[in-house]
């Protein structure tokens, strides 16, 4: 059978940043992210002994293959999907794995920690294994912050094995508690009715930006530790209003996280999003880049009656407008049927272009 698996992407509407290491072990962090219905999947299916691995993307148009797991090298061609095969397929094993997502790259909605939990839970369901929401995105995070060096936090992988609303609360020294914020129905409704996700073609690259906050974290009397303590507050504020009901108290300490979002570092702000925001304020309450900045998705929320009027003047300026709607499942797989070996030699041809 073959192992399939979705997992959503998230928006991080406070303490986005705070999640991610030296500054969540030294001095705490909280991050408020919700998984919206936007999704990477992954389909996993072993193959005969001696068929080899292929590995496709077929949003991206890319692909890779190899006589074992330990040919596959480590080259940056493909190097994402390359490091979770190396991680948790076994030596001699042949496999194929395929993936696709519903976002493009750089929209700082946390596109490439779901994809890595989608795969984790693709090829433990072809493995028959077991693992829980948070080991999956335990894994999914050690893969790419381990293996593959790449900077940050954990929050999106997080966000995408979890779902739902989630206050995330990082302890000095390391550990996490994850909390679901209790919010009602009304107010759920209310919050996807007034939410919008904007894309204004501007994509950003967070590994520069990581960079660019860790340089400047260590600097004495450092902007960056300032910004970073100010939007571990507002997270914790948005969740209190979240839990309370209180719209008002999200759509400000929305819009004030994105303030010290761009406050990290000037590589974080983004002279395209602060257009759009200038030419929406009437209509919004609250607006904040998604992840790390300088670019992607900004979410919205805007005044009651606006939307309609918010989405127009975005799209004449170019930019693309998605509905907020919330996803509650988190990362979920399930088994299909094979692909038959016609297919499986289509993208073994596919792969190898």
């Given at each position: 059978?073959?192992?399939?698996?979705?997992?959503?992407?998230?928006?991080?509407?406070?303490?986005?940043?705070?999640?991610?290491?030296?500054?969540?072990?030294?001095?705490?962090?909280?991050?408020?992210?919700?998984?919206?219905?936007?999704?990477?999947?992954?389909?996993?299916?072993?193959?005969?002994?001696?068929?080899?691995?292929?590995?496709?993307?077929?949003?991206?148009?890319?692909?890779?293959?190899?006589p074992s797991v330990s040919s596959l090298g480590d080259d940056s061609h493909f190097e994402f999907i390359k490091a979770f095969v190396t991680r948790m397929v076994p030596e001699g094993?042949?496999?194929?794995?395929?993936?696709?997502?519903?976002?493009?790259?750089?929209?700082?909605?946390?596109?490439?920690?779901?994809?890595?939990?989608?795969?984790?839970?693709?090829?433990?369901?072809?493995?028959?294994?077991?693992?829980?929401?948070?080991?999956?995105?335990?894994?999914?995070?050690?893969?790419?912050?381990?293996?593959?060096?790449?900077?940050?936090?954990?929050?999106?992988?997080?966000?995408?094995?979890?779902?739902?609303?989630?206050?995330?609360?990082?302890?000095?020294?390391?550990?996490?508690?994850?909390?679901?914020?209790?919010v009602s129905n009304d107010t759920l409704r209310s919050l996807e009715h007034g939410s919008l996700l904007?894309?204004?073609?501007?994509?950003?690259?967070?590994?520069?930006?990581?960079?660019?906050?860790?340089?400047?974290?260590?600097?004495?009397?450092?902007?960056?530790?300032?910004?970073?303590?100010?939007?571990?507050?507002?997270?914790?504020?948005?969740?209190?209003?979240?839990?309370?009901?209180?719209?008002?108290?999200?759509?400000?300490?929305?819009?004030?996280?994105?303030?010290?979002?761009?406050?990290?570092?000037?590589?974080?702000?983004?002279?395209?999003?602060?257009?759009?925001?200038?030419?929406?304020?009437?209509?919004?309450?609250?607006?904040?880049?998604?992840?790390?900045?300088?670019?992607?998705?900004?979410?919205?929320?805007?005044?009651?009656?606006?939307?309609?009027?918010?989405?127009?003047?975005?799209?004449?300026?170019?930019?693309?407008?998605?509905?907020?709607?919330?996803?509650?499942?988190?990362?979920?797989?399930?088994?299909?049927?094979?692909?038959?070996?016609?297919?499986?030699?289509?993208?073994?041809?596919?792969?190898?272009?």
């Amino acid at each position: 059978m073959r192992g399939c698996s979705r997992a959503p992407v998230r928006v991080d509407p406070a303490g986005g940043g705070t999640d991610a290491p030296p500054f969540c072990t030294e001095y705490g962090g909280a991050v408020v992210n919700f998984a919206v219905q936007r999704h990477a999947f992954a389909s996993a299916q072993r193959l005969e002994p001696d068929s080899g691995i292929i590995l496709y993307a077929m949003d991206i148009e890319q692909g890779a293959t190899s006589p074992s797991v330990s040919s596959l090298g480590d080259d940056s061609h493909f190097e994402f999907i390359k490091a979770f095969v190396t991680r948790m397929v076994p030596e001699g094993d042949s496999l194929l794995l395929v993936t696709e997502t519903d976002v493009p790259p750089g929209s700082g909605l946390g596109g490439s920690g779901a994809l890595g939990v989608a795969i984790v839970a693709a090829i433990d369901r072809a493995y028959d294994r077991e693992r829980s929401p948070l080991e999956t995105a335990k894994l999914a995070n050690q893969v790419e912050r381990q293996d593959l060096g790449y900077p940050g936090g954990d929050q999106d992988s997080l966000g995408a094995a979890l779902g739902g609303i989630n206050l995330l609360e990082y302890h000095q020294g390391g550990s996490m508690t994850p909390h679901k914020i209790p919010v009602s129905n009304d107010t759920l409704r209310s919050l996807e009715h007034g939410s919008l996700l904007v894309y204004s073609g501007a994509a950003h690259v967070s590994g520069s930006i990581h960079e660019d906050i860790k340089q400047s974290y260590v600097l004495e009397n450092s902007p960056t530790v300032k910004a970073m303590i100010e939007l571990r507050q507002q997270a914790q504020a948005m969740a209190q209003a979240l839990e309370s009901g209180d719209l008002a108290g999200y759509a400000a300490a929305l819009g004030e996280s994105c303030r010290q979002l761009y406050s990290l570092h000037e590589s974080c702000d983004s002279a395209e999003h602060r257009k759009f925001f200038q030419a929406i304020d009437d209509y919004i309450l609250g607006g904040k880049t998604c992840g790390a900045g300088g670019g992607g998705f900004m979410l919205i929320f805007t005044k009651p009656g606006c939307r309609n009027q918010c989405k127009r003047k975005i799209e004449e300026l170019g930019g693309l407008v998605w509905p907020v709607t919330l996803d509650f499942d988190g990362v979920t797989s399930w088994l299909d049927t094979p692909f038959s070996a016609e297919e499986v030699e289509h993208f073994r041809h596919l792969a190898s272009v």
